[in-house]
């Protein structure tokens, strides 16, 4: 009894001296998860990224809305033109129609009768009555600033639907019954509606009644009288719409749809960070980027006056020094040794002397920005926020003594596809109307340059000559 | 490479480091999953559903205990998980008997030791290899498994008595077996 003990200890006791291994094929399966959850981290980032676009275009958006609505290159802006013709000439029209009613009232001898008409007006007024005053909202509207006409933008529209329905309503009012039916139909219309047709009737009446003119000629016939006022009317109007066109015209700044940059760009890699990540041993070694040039280009798209997107590419090279480094010691783990290269053999070709390792990287970069203008004159500045994709071209690892060096491989962390971040700044002075230089200084925050390193930045001034390539 | 700039690494999410980091503790955290897993397959499956869940949450561990103690916690946790997922209820009988052996009563290898674990019940094989191998307390137990402290008390019993029963058989017919090799 006395060697008796608890079944639970007795297991324990046994178990603790237990020693297995798992099989090799768990470390594959578990490294190729790994693997797979890194390259899925980068669809989020795409996700971040593009939303932070947006999210700027969006913070852009109210600065610009009023060349936008305008400006925008995708619309036509013929079609534009067209349209307020059309309005211009359907408000002449209207206006006319309007002017034979008024004269029309006027050779019925009774002047009170026009007025009457005038203060309540029929369905037809109404659909004329909201043509004029759309006409008239666009002229004057073209006679006031910008602001107020693209302010009013959301009113037009409203305006047009109201218009719509008048013009509706007035094809009612051909038929029999008509104003009778109009009437319960636009007391049928929505409140909103309701408003602003009040109010656009009402503009029109109280305009109707400062330009009606009576008839003090009474020495002529009816049929004079017609053609005359009909004739001073033309005379009034015409200049009108034509000064109203050139105002609209003019009030359209047009500018480049698109331009293409080409670069030089000073560039520093590694901005506040002076460590090596080569291993972690180098922690203490002293590591500095050298400022390489980089050239590259950009075609660009004007999306309003201010605000335009641009895509690019370049080739950016990145080349950073580890000073002084003691090869006397194992492999370093971020570096891929070319076959029969290793520390001990870079030992006994150096002499064991403490070497310089030389990092050499080149990437394709393909930057997608967008640029907003701050200052727009003889000289001008931006701002740029966008991000960039960057290809793996050149990865070499070479150690340097005494004007001696040997490549000794790559490195094996980097990736093949990294991605960065873009701020900073544009600075322009216009040469001609199609040609200006720039000079835009900017940081690229890399966010994974390679796997589990530090992210680094970099600092660009891309100087050169941006030329438009219409207008 | 001492621990803390190895979990640093691993946190950077270098491939060289968490392959150390695995080599390091595979075995510990592979016995650790035989005793919670009903055979070397399912082990296998949980350590790798552990070392996935140590490394995503690498950068969680905040250093105040030890690293071991994190990563064995996960990968116990993770046994847990899948006993969850796949719960069975387990007839729990009150037939309270005696659950002392003598210790020559088990002079076994370590893989039938082992195998007579992994053979109880998933549930039984749990409570057990909590309190008696990784002292943990039925207070804990009963919040790890989702049961009462009660239940934990009567699974454990019901554990060591089956080991009991399954002890003594192997007894037996080792005796029978030697009985008719004249031994």
Same mark, same amino acid.
Not at chain 1, 364 to 382: R, S
């Given at each position: 009894?006395?060697?008796k003990?608890?079944?639970?200890?007795?297991?324990?006791?046994?178990?603790?001296?237990?020693d297995?291994?798992?099989?090799?094929k768990?470390?594959?399966?578990?490294?190729?998860?790994l693997?797979?959850? /890194?390259?899925?981290?980068?669809?989020?980032?795409?996700i971040?990224?593009t939303?932070?676009?947006?999210?700027?275009?969006?913070l852009?958006?109210?600065f610009s809305?009023l060349e936008w609505?305008?400006n925008?290159?995708?619309y036509?802006?013929?079609?534009?033109?067209?349209t307020?013709?059309?309005?211009?000439? $359907?408000g002449?029209?209207?206006?006319?129609?309007?002017?034979?009613n008024?004269?029309?009232?006027? $050779?019925?001898g009774n002047?009170k009768?026009?007025?009457?008409?005038i203060?309540?007006?029929?369905?037809?007024?109404?659909?004329?009555?909201?043509?004029n005053?759309?006409?008239?909202?666009?002229?004057?509207?073209?006679e006031k600033?910008?602001?107020?006409k693209?302010?009013?933008?959301?009113?037009?529209q409203?305006?047009?639907?109201i218009?719509?329905?008048?013009?509706?309503?007035?094809?009612a009012?051909?038929?029999?019954?008509?104003?009778s039916?109009?009437?319960n139909?636009?007391?049928?219309?929505?409140?909103f509606?309701?408003?602003?047709?009040?109010?656009?009737?009402?503009?029109?009446?109280?305009e109707?009644q400062?330009?009606?003119?009576p008839?003090?000629e009474?020495d002529?016939?009816?049929?004079?009288?017609k053609k005359?006022s009909?004739?001073?009317?033309?005379?009034?109007k015409?200049p009108?719409?034509?000064?109203e066109?050139?105002?609209?015209?003019?009030?359209?700044?047009?500018f480049s749809k698109?331009?293409?940059?080409?670069?030089?760009?000073p560039?520093?890699?590694?901005l506040?960070s002076?460590?090596?990540?080569?291993?972690?041993?180098?922690?203490?070694? /002293?590591?500095?980027?050298e400022f390489?040039?980089?050239?590259?280009?950009?075609i660009?798209v004007?999306i309003?006056?201010?605000?335009?997107?641009r895509?690019g590419?370049?080739?950016s090279?990145?080349?950073?020094?580890t000073?002084?480094?003691?090869?006397?010691?194992?492999?370093?783990?971020?570096?891929?040794?070319k076959?029969?290269?290793?520390?001990?053999s870079?030992v006994?070709?150096?002499?064991?002397?403490n070497?310089?390792?030389?990092?050499e990287?080149?990437?394709l970069e393909i930057?997608?920005?967008l640029k907003?203008t701050?200052?727009?004159k003889k000289?001008?500045?931006?701002?740029?926020?966008?991000?960039?994709?960057l290809?793996?071209n050149?990865?070499t690892?070479?150690v340097?003594?005494?004007?001696?060096?040997?490549i000794i491989? /790559?490195?094996?962390?980097?990736?093949?596809?990294?991605f960065?971040t873009?701020?900073g700044?544009?600075?322009y002075?216009k040469?001609?109307k199609?040609l200006?230089?720039?000079?835009e200084?900017?940081?690229?925050?890399h966010f994974?340059?390679?796997e589990?390193?530090?992210?680094k930045?970099?600092?660009?001034?891309?100087?050169?000559?941006?030329?438009?390539?219409?207008? | 490479m001492?621990?803390e700039?190895?979990?640093?690494d691993?946190?950077?999410? #270098?491939? #060289?480091?968490?392959?150390e980091?695995?080599?390091?503790?595979?075995?510990?955290?592979?016995?650790?999953?035989?005793?919670?897993?009903?055979?070397?397959a399912?082990?296998?499956d949980?350590?790798?559903n552990a070392?996935? =869940?140590?490394?995503t949450?690498i950068?969680?561990?905040?250093?105040?205990?030890s690293?071991?103690?994190?990563?064995?916690r996960?990968?116990?946790?993770k046994?847990i998980?899948s006993y969850?997922?796949?719960y069975q209820?387990?007839?729990i #009988?009150?037939d309270?008997?005696d659950?002392?052996i003598?210790e020559?009563e088990?002079d076994?290898?370590?893989?039938?030791?082992?195998?007579?674990?992994q053979?109880?019940p998933t549930q039984?094989?749990?409570?057990?290899?909590?309190? =008696?191998?990784?002292?943990y307390?039925? #207070?804990?137990?009963?919040?790890?498994?989702?049961?009462s =402290?009660?239940?934990?008390?009567s699974?454990?019993?019901?554990?060591?008595?089956i080991l009991?029963?399954?002890i003594k058989?192997?007894n037996?017919f080792?005796?029978?077996?030697?009985?008719?090799?004249? =031994?």
């Amino acid at each position: 009894m006395e060697n008796k003990k608890d079944i639970g200890k007795a297991f324990r006791d046994k178990i603790d001296g237990l020693d297995k291994s798992p099989s090799p094929k768990v470390w594959d399966s578990i490294n190729a998860e790994l693997k797979k959850k /890194k390259k899925r981290r980068l669809l989020p980032f795409w996700i971040k990224t593009t939303g932070i676009a947006i999210l700027f275009l969006f913070l852009l958006l109210p600065f610009s809305t009023l060349e936008w609505s305008r400006n925008f290159p995708f619309y036509n802006n013929n079609k534009t033109d067209a349209t307020e013709k059309n309005n211009t000439s $359907n408000g002449t029209n209207d206006n006319n129609s309007s002017t034979t009613n008024s004269t029309d009232t006027s $050779n019925s001898g009774n002047s009170k009768i026009g007025h009457e008409k005038i203060n309540s007006p029929t369905s037809q007024d109404n659909a004329n009555s909201s043509d004029n005053a759309s006409a008239r909202n666009s002229i004057s509207s073209s006679e006031k600033s910008k602001i107020t006409k693209f302010k009013s933008s959301n009113a037009f529209q409203k305006k047009s639907k109201i218009k719509a329905l008048a013009q509706n309503s007035s094809k009612a009012a051909k038929s029999k019954s008509k104003k009778s039916r109009l009437g319960n139909r636009s007391s049928e219309k929505a409140p909103f509606e309701k408003d602003v047709l009040s109010q656009t009737t009402n503009t029109t009446i109280a305009e109707n009644q400062r330009n009606y003119i009576p008839n003090t000629e009474t020495d002529l016939t009816p049929a004079e009288k017609k053609k005359d006022s009909l004739k001073e009317k033309k005379k009034e109007k015409k200049p009108e719409v034509k000064d109203e066109k050139k105002t609209v015209k003019d009030s359209v700044k047009p500018f480049s749809k698109f331009y293409v940059f080409g670069y030089v760009a000073p560039t520093y890699y590694g901005l506040f960070s002076n460590k090596s990540s080569l291993d972690s041993r180098l922690e203490n070694n /002293k590591s500095s980027a050298e400022f390489t040039f980089n050239f590259g280009g950009y075609i660009g798209v004007n999306i309003t006056e201010r605000l335009n997107l641009r895509l690019g590419a370049s080739l950016s090279k990145f080349n950073t020094t580890t000073q002084n480094v003691n090869f006397n010691t194992s492999n370093f783990e971020n570096i891929e040794y070319k076959p029969g290269i290793t520390n001990s053999s870079i030992v006994a070709q150096f002499n064991n002397e403490n070497l310089d390792i030389r990092e050499e990287y080149s990437f394709l970069e393909i930057p997608f920005e967008l640029k907003y203008t701050l200052l727009d004159k003889k000289i001008g500045m931006e701002v740029i926020g966008g991000i960039s994709t960057l290809y793996l071209n050149k990865n070499t690892i070479e150690v340097e003594k005494n004007n001696q060096s040997l490549i000794i491989g /790559k490195r094996s962390d980097l990736l093949k596809v990294h991605f960065t971040t873009n701020f900073g700044a544009g600075f322009y002075y216009k040469i001609s109307k199609n040609l200006r230089f720039n000079a835009e200084p900017i940081f690229k925050y890399h966010f994974n340059p390679s796997e589990g390193s530090p992210k680094k930045i970099s600092f660009g001034l891309q100087t050169g000559l941006q030329y438009n390539l219409n207008n | 490479m001492n621990l803390e700039s190895l979990i640093k690494d691993c946190i950077r999410q #270098k491939s #060289k480091a968490q392959e150390e980091l695995y080599n390091r503790y595979k075995d510990i955290l592979f016995v650790l999953s035989l005793k919670y897993c009903s055979n070397e397959a399912e082990a296998e499956d949980n350590l790798h559903n552990a070392f996935i =869940e140590i490394f995503t949450n690498i950068k969680k561990y905040n250093g105040s205990g030890s690293f071991e103690g994190w990563i064995k916690r996960i990968t116990i946790n993770k046994a847990i998980d899948s006993y969850k997922k796949s719960y069975q209820m387990v007839p729990i #009988k009150d037939d309270f008997q005696d659950t002392l052996i003598e210790e020559k009563e088990i002079d076994f290898s370590l893989d039938t030791i082992l195998s007579l674990i992994q053979e109880l019940p998933t549930q039984y094989r749990l409570v057990f290899s909590l309190y =008696e191998l990784d002292d943990y307390s039925h #207070k804990e137990i009963a919040q790890m498994l989702e049961i009462s =402290e009660n239940t934990s008390k009567s699974n454990l019993h019901r554990a060591k008595t089956i080991l009991k029963e399954k002890i003594k058989q192997k007894n037996s017919f080792q005796n029978n077996y030697n009985i008719s090799n004249g =031994e």
